[in-house]
Structures are given as structure tokens and as C-alpha cells.
């Protein structure tokens, strides 16, 4: 069946350095992938998301791109800042499906 | 303008009492959906609904019976509440399947004792 991979975190970074959160998914078919993020105390946003191979999608200074060949969609930031820290979710969705096949999340933890 | 509501923000329960989580969005949205949130499992679908009048199981809906009152609102039943079920309860929406992006709600913290 679909999955979605994380690496495990924390993730702690100081305020300034390049992060890369990777995400590995398996499917059957051609899904759209998603990177949601979650802040403390609070419900999930979506920060970007991707719906065909070789997309990049990108908001906040954070971008991943759907790589087909590798099935990845790394999220990756130049200069995190404090305000980064929360709880970061890959997800993927196969467009016949109404259900988000979920990774199990990354904390990432920005020190000042 | 205000998303996706839940109420309540927080709910103490004794073992085997019942209660009725609400949901509900204003963005026209056809899908809905409940999830819970445990520490260090990700989310995971309890119910869904595609459509105003169905309602579908997710991965873990045993103890859980959901009703999708109209296209706005989206609610969740605990009939006889067990430990287990102590999570973070969120709801979303969505405004079709597949790729449409869900907007979630701010969440439900329920504490079962």
C-alpha cells in the first residue's frame, strides 16, 4: 500500500542553518505530495505542496520538489529562524482517493 | 471568514461517558474529516465524509460513530469513552478529493480518565 516516510526528529538546528527534513513515500500511482506544518498548540497548515513529478513547490522561504525517480519530496530551507520551530507532516494523496496517507511527523527545534 | 471551528477546545471525561465533538466550516467545502493526534503516531483518519450525506471509515474508527449534519457541519461521537481514546481530536476540510489541500480545525484535547 502507500506510505510515507520521515526522518525521525528532533531536529535541532541554530537560527541561520540550512535545513533538509527528508520524505520517502511509496504509491501506485501518481500522487500529490504535501508538506503540512503544524505550530505549537495549534491545528495543521499546509505549507506547500506538489502534483506532478519534477513540481516544486514553495512558500515561506521552503521548498521541495517532487522527485519521481528517487520518490522523494525533501522540504529544505537556506536560513531557518526561531519562529520555524513546530512539528513538520509529509503527506501524499492519490487523486482517486479522499484519504492523506500521513508521515509520522518531524519536530524541528530552532535555537537562537 | 473563520475556517474550520471545533468546540470544545478541551474535555475531561469519565470512563464509559459519552460526548459529541463539533465541527464545522465556511468555505463551502464537499469533504470533511476527523483525525487523531497521538504522540509519536502521526495522524490518523478516524472518518471521512466525500460528501454532504455520506460518511466513510478511516483507519481507526471503532468507538466512534460521526454525522454529517448539513455541508457545513461535521460531528463526532464517543458513545461510552475509553482511555484509549485520550488523544488531540482535530477536524478538516477539504473542497474535493485527491490533491485538494485540507484545512484543519484548531483542535479538541480530550482527556478520558
Known amino acids: 500500500g502507500n506510505s510515507v516516510t520521515q526522518m525521525e526528529g528532533p531536529v535541532t538546528l541554530s537560527e541561520e542553518a540550512f535545513l533538509t527534513i527528508n520524505c520517502t513515500y511509496t504509491a501506485t500511482g501518481y500522487p500529490s505530495l504535501f508538506w503540512y506544518v503544524q505550530y505549537p498548540g495549534e491545528g495543521l497548515q499546509l505549507l506547500l505542496k506538489?502534483?506532478?513529478a519534477d513540481d516544486k513547490g514553495s512558500n515561506k522561504g521552503f521548498e521541495a520538489t517532487y522527485r519521481k525517480e528517487t520518490t522523494s519530496f525533501h522540504l529544505e530551507k537556506g536560513s531557518v529562524q526561531v519562529s520555524d520551530s513546530a512539528v513538520y507532516f509529509c503527506?501524499?494523496?492519490?487523486?482517486?482517493?479522499?484519504?492523506?496517507?500521513w508521515g509520522a511527523g518531524t519536530k524541528l527545534i530552532i535555537k537562537p | 471568514n473563520a475556517g474550520v471551528t471545533q468546540t470544545p477546545k478541551f474535555q475531561v471525561l469519565k470512563t464509559g461517558q459519552s460526548m459529541t465533538l463539533q465541527c464545522a466550516q465556511d468555505?463551502?467545502?464537499?469533504?470533511m474529516y476527523w483525525y487523531r493526534q497521538d504522540p509519536g503516531m502521526g495522524l490518523r483518519l478516524i472518518y471521512y465524509s466525500a460528501s454532504e450525506g455520506t460518511t466513510d471509515k478511516g483507519e481507526v474508527p471503532n468507538g466512534y460513530n460521526v454525522s454529517r449534519l448539513n455541508k457545513r457541519e461535521f460531528s463526532l461521537r464517543l458513545e461510552s469513552a475509553a482511555p484509549s481514546q485520550t488523544s488531540v481530536y482535530f477536524c478538516?476540510?477539504?473542497?474535493?478529493?485527491?490533491?485538494?489541500?485540507?484545512?484543519f480545525g484548531p483542535g479538541t484535547r480530550l482527556l478520558v480518565l
Open positions: 478538516a476540510s477539504s473542497l474535493g478529493q485527491g490533491g485538494w489541500t485540507q484545512y
Open positions: 506538489a502534483t506532478k
Open positions: 468555505m463551502n467545502h464537499n469533504s
Open positions: 503527506a501524499l494523496s492519490e487523486d482517486s482517493n479522499y484519504q492523506l496517507i
